[in-house]
């Protein structure tokens, strides 16, 4: 009996002692487990999460269109390691991003070679393809912390007869400065080149690169458009990344990327496009503070970030801005969708208008696109293309824009061609396509992203005045003369065909035309085309409809034609002259006014 109740009280001891260490083993799991999960030991199950840490505990998170935001599934998810910092290679030339000095007995030399790619392909030669960079991120991005598991991507560089140290300085840096657990692949696209280097030389070279690094080739010439969709098609990464092929990528350019389209799946993102100077390629840092847009004339331009935009950020440079338009050379989006959203109109040609396309469709179909201040990319920007566009630029430029027009802008699509004149008789091809993805996908009209998204454009939206404005005592109009902003505006013949001699009059007493305001430094001085600031001051003008004067607000003086120089308006002392009364009475039929 004795010996019966020692083994009870033996099976009783280990029993205990079982699970007193199954407890511990199971404390000490959970406080080496990842908080991004919501369980853990010290991990909370709010939605706040730790700090850089994807929230993947139930919340409602809504975007831009009140909608919920989809996270990402964390099954596509990895674990990562920060990429180490390149080391300074000392006496190489442009070594941390400095100005490459070509000597006095090369200078010949260098101008020849710059005619191949239209940058200085010496000093490109002379960088090494692993090339050190500063640091330029903000001080709060260096101290960020991104999630511990992020969405892998795959790489597409679309080239054609691009410079062999460009193209692989290119490769390297996405190597050298990139979590390599996170790069699925990258894809070079050859768009038919035919320089010899990027033949069966490149496709070696690759091959012996410690990632995947495949070429795809068009065979024909394609443009970047569909040579971008044959790397798309290719891509196994949960997201694609496009890059042109004379890039350089800085620390921690990637990590933020990622991490905010795994917040947020429907977010198309872009880094700061640094420039890197085409004549020493000098590694020169960007403003955080420009966002994308474009003028009447659909061309893309960067624009000082408004303080609407700064409020919604509370002031935080280092968080992601919302941006009315892209670039479109460098950006990430998820793959899938990618395909949901319609990937690029494939009845565009060659290069131009896909990012302003892509822009307009995503914000009005339901995406979100942003610059991410913390991911900084640099690019080497040139002053002309050494390319040949196939039936002129103008001819391809033309048919881009106007499939975008015709698609997207609703009514301010007759203003672009009021603008645009030669945009009306190029064959744009089939369009049924493209508006049918945007009946399907349910996409809010231009109106709305005039509005909400874009309420600081250029583009005419509730104007006091939008047409010629007249001189009474000669009958002639304001016209920019095609020049640029800092020159003069004049005056000629009224012709009636828009274009140039387009100007508003705008709620913010600017007298506008496209980007650039009617602008006055003093009493005396030359009433000059100067791009708009939206703050005033020099901009501002007040026209009276009763004596039909326009006066300069900070002089008091008014726009005024002269007999000795009638193609140049000056100010003078206001004195109800016909010299100095304009006619705003012709409006285009289409303008959009709210009813």
């Given at each position: ?9 033996t ?26 999960s919501?369980?853990?030991?010290g ?13 993947f ?12 935001i ?10 990562w ?19 490459v ?7 010949a ?15 490109s ?7 050190s ?18 969405p ?18 290119t ?7 990139s ?9 070079l ?14 496709e ?10 495949h ?36 620390e ?33 840092t ?44 460098l ?8 395909y949901?959203?319609g990937?690029?109109?494939?009845g ?50 033309n ?31 089939d ?5 049918n ?7 809010k009209?231009?109106r ?5 998204i ?22 002639n109009?304001l ?16 012709h ?7 100007f508003?009059?705008t ?25 708009c600031?939206?703050m ?16 300069h ?5 008014c ?37």
């Open positions: 009996m004795s010996l019966m109740r020692c083994r009870r009280h099976c009783k001891i280990i029993i205990v002692t079982s699970l007193i260490w199954c407890i511990l083993d199971i404390m000490i799991l959970l406080s080496y487990s990842d908080c991004s919501g369980i853990g030991f991990c909370t199950n709010s939605d706040t999460g730790k700090k850089g840490s994807i929230k505990s139930k919340q409602v998170s809504v975007d831009a269109h009140g909608a919920e989809e996270e990402y599934p964390r099954s596509k998810l990895k674990t390691h920060k990429a180490k910092v390149v080391a300074k290679q000392k006496g190489k030339p442009g070594e941390m991003g400095k100005a000095q070509i000597p006095p007995d090369k200078e030399e260098k101008k020849e070679k710059f005619k191949i790619n239209q940058f200085n392909l010496m000093a030669e002379m960088i090494s393809l692993n090339r960079l500063q640091d330029v991120r903000l001080s709060q991005c260096k101290s960020k912390v991104y999630p511990s598991l992020l892998t991507t795959s790489v597409v560089i679309v080239f054609h007869n691009e410079a062999w140290t460009t193209l692989l300085r490769v390297h840096s996405i190597m050298n400065r979590p390599k657990e996170l790069v699925e692949e990258i894809i696209v050859d768009d038919a080149s035919e320089h010899d280097h990027l033949g069966s030389e490149l070696e070279y690759a091959a012996s690169l410690p990632i995947p690094v070429v795809l080739r068009t065979g024909v010439r394609s443009g970047l458009i569909r040579a971008r969709l044959l790397g798309a098609k290719s891509a196994k990464g949960s997201i694609i990344t496009f890059l042109d092929a004379h890039c350089e990528c800085t921690g350019w990637l990590e933020p990327l990622l991490a905010e389209i795994a917040v947020n799946r429907k977010a198309v993102v872009c880094p700061v496009i640094d420039v890197i100077s085409d004549e020493s390629f000098e590694y020169i960007a403003s955080d503070m420009t966002w994308g847009g474009f003028n009447w004339k659909l061309n893309f331009r960067w624009y000082r970030v408004p303080q609407r935009e700064m409020d919604r950020r509370n002031g935080d440079r280092s968080t992601p801005l919302h941006t009315p338009a892209m670039a479109g050379g950006f990430a989006i998820d793959r899938d969708y990618f949901e959203v990937s690029y109109d494939e565009m040609d060659i290069w131009g208008g896909e990012n302003l396309e892509m822009s307009f469709r995503v914000w009005q179909c339901g995406g979100t696109l942003e610059i991410i201040p913390c991911s900084h990319v640099g690019h080497v920007f040139r002053d002309k293309s050494p390319y040949t566009f196939p039936g002129g630029v103008a001819k391809i430029v048919k881009n824009a106007a499939r975008v027009a015709e698609v997207w802008m609703d009514e301010w699509r007759d203003f672009y061609y009021s603008m645009n004149p030669g945009a009306r008789n190029v064959d744009i091809g369009l049924a396509p493209r508006k993805l945007r009946e399907d996908l349910k996409c009209t231009f709305w992203y005039l509005e909400n874009y309420p600081e454009s250029q583009m005419p939206l509730d104007y006091f005045f939008l047409g010629e404005i007249r001189n009474d005592a000669t009958h109009c016209d920019t003369m095609g020049r640029k902003s800092g020159e003069e505006v004049g005056l000629s013949y009224c009636g065909l828009g274009g140039n001699q387009v508003a009059y709620k913010r007493q600017q007298v506008m035309s496209d980007d650039n305001c009617l602008d006055a430094a003093g009493p005396d001085g030359p009433v000059k085309l100067v791009r600031h939206g005033g001051g020099n901009q501002a003008w007040v026209y009276n409809k009763m004596d039909h004067s326009l006066r607000v900070n002089t008091a003086k726009l005024t034609t002269q007999a000795h120089d009638p193609s140049s308006p000056k100010l003078v002392s206001c004195e109800g002259e016909a010299s100095q009364q304009w006619l705003m009475q012709d409006k285009f039929k289409w303008q959009a006014n709210k009813s």
